[in-house]
């Protein structure tokens, strides 16, 4: 059971362990509300490409460059031959009949390939139940892994071009028994990922999300043996990944918090970088989480501990959160933790995993000891303000659009929707309401990008 968990730091630290309602919040809610927000409209919207920048690349997606995505897009997208195409996959994959192991291969993967690089809620509308049963009879038969596995991003793809509330019910079951008995770790660790966008897109309540979250965190506290995978570095980072995108949609994690808590701070001494990430990114969720803006009518006081501000906004009304509850009881240990982490210093790493948790661990540190502080916040000044730069990590969309990331929950969906989307990003945040509403941009004012957009010029390429 250790072997996954070998002790990376010399650091004698004791961990312990123990083991229907909706959200509705606008696209529009101020603070923590906008990251708890649950997408529910269709509605077209105005959009996007994007690049993100200084992302790490240590999760189990691939992040292509914006170039690489623009050409993804081209390629499907330019002409209509993709409907009609469309219309033949569709009914080789309903057509179960007369169809062999290669062929539904060969229709799934076209399926997806369409489905990603072109927005078509509209070609697959009232195939939905017919496409879906067929995916979970694919999943359910598991006649080969690579069917197996396309049919679950077949699903993904399905939900998230037309999100339905009844597909969650349908898919939830039969994803959970895979995850749990199937022999093929490359499957458990794709229907992980599928749970996961099931969850978000499928219609689940907050209890049955919250349900899925803690069959996650089984998997993380147990090493991968609560799914017969043990040791397996692989569904555990799958696990971290979803528990942090699904946290997204729930506003009070109070009682969740300390189990969490515990199982991610234990898996910071894993030996596998990728675990070691995963889990630390929680944590700054969580961090996050437990601090929130001031409600309507409270009452702060500048002397109150538990008031917290941006230590670089120097105006009386600046933003403040105030601390709800305490995230973790040991957070002195946890910063020498993170501390040990951001300047690890192991033969056994590669040069690329030593850089990428020094870069991942320097930013969850921050943001740990200062939760108003986001993903890649720059402590250096600028000479041109006199402030820090903080959050330079951002997405453009066009010449006037920034979607700045500088929350961990919008870093938490950003990656999830790659996750699935990968190259068509930008075609669906631009066409597709439903991923735009799950992490809106921002337009800011004219005139008013000013300097932080020119200190994030050298951080990232512009936009189309």
């Excluded at 105005?46 to 189990?60: K, P, V």
């Excluded at 009518?297 to 105006?315: R, T």
Aim: hydrophobic content about 35%; aromatic content about 6%.
């Amino acid at each position: 059971m250790h072997d996954l968990r070998r002790q990376a730091l010399e650091s004698g630290k004791t961990v312990s362990r123990k083991a229907k309602s909706k959200l509705s919040s606008t696209a529009s809610s101020r603070g923590n509300s906008a990251a708890n927000s649950r997408p529910v409209s269709k509605a077209a919207s105005r959009a996007g490409s994007d690049d993100e920048g200084e992302l790490s690349d240590e999760t189990s997606f691939s992040v292509n460059s914006i170039d690489e995505m623009i050409a993804a897009d081209d390629s499907e997208a330019a002409t209509e031959a993709w409907k009609l195409e469309l219309v033949d996959r569709i009914e080789e994959t309903i057509d179960r009949k007369r169809s062999s192991v290669l062929g539904r291969e060969a229709a799934l993967t076209a399926y997806i390939r369409i489905l990603t690089s072109a927005y078509a809620e509209d070609e697959i509308r009232g195939k939905e139940t017919d496409l879906v049963a067929s995916f979970l009879k694919s999943i359910k038969l598991e006649t080969s892994e690579k069917e197996t596995i396309l049919a679950m991003k077949a699903l993904a793809m399905t939900l998230i071009t037309s999100p339905s509330d009844a597909i969650y019910d349908a898919a939830s079951p039969l994803l959970k028994r895979t995850i749990s008995d199937s022999p093929s770790i490359p499957i458990k660790s794709a229907a992980i990922h599928t749970l996961g966008t099931c969850t978000f897109y499928g219609g689940a309540s907050d209890d049955e999300i919250l349900e899925n979250m803690t069959f996650l965190l089984e998997i993380v506290s147990s090493d991968g043996h609560f799914i017969s995978a043990p040791d397996e570095p692989a569904p555990v980072v799958t696990a971290l990944e979803e528990w942090g995108f699904l946290a997204t949609l729930i506003e009070d994690l109070s009682a969740e918090t300390e189990d969490a808590m515990d199982a991610f701070v234990e898996q910071l001494a894993s030996s596998d970088p990728a675990v070691q990430i995963a889990a630390g990114e929680n944590i700054a969720l969580l961090y996050e989480k437990s601090y929130t803006p001031p409600e309507e009518n409270e009452v702060l006081s500048d002397s109150d501990e538990d008031v917290v501000a941006d230590p670089d906004d120097d105006s009386a009304t600046g933003p403040r959160l105030v601390k709800r509850y305490a995230a973790y009881r040991r957070t002195d240990q946890l910063l020498h933790t993170l501390g040990d982490l951001a300047k690890l210093n192991s033969r056994s790493l590669s040069k690329k995993d030593k850089k990428s948790i020094h870069s991942n661990f320097s930013d969850i540190l921050n943001s740990v000891e200062n939760p108003t502080r986001g993903p890649r916040y720059q402590n250096a000044i600028s000479h041109e303000t006199g402030k820090r730069y903080g959050s330079r990590m951002a997405v453009r969309i066009h010449k006037d659009g920034v979607m700045r990331i500088d929350k961990w929950w919008k870093l938490m969906r950003l990656k999830g929707l790659r996750r699935v989307l990968q190259g068509g990003f930008v075609t669906h945040y631009e066409r597709n309401g439903v991923v735009f509403e799950s992490l809106p941009c921002v337009f800011p004012p004219r005139g008013s990008a000013g300097s932080w957009e020119r200190g994030l010029a050298n951080v990232y390429s512009a936009g189309l």
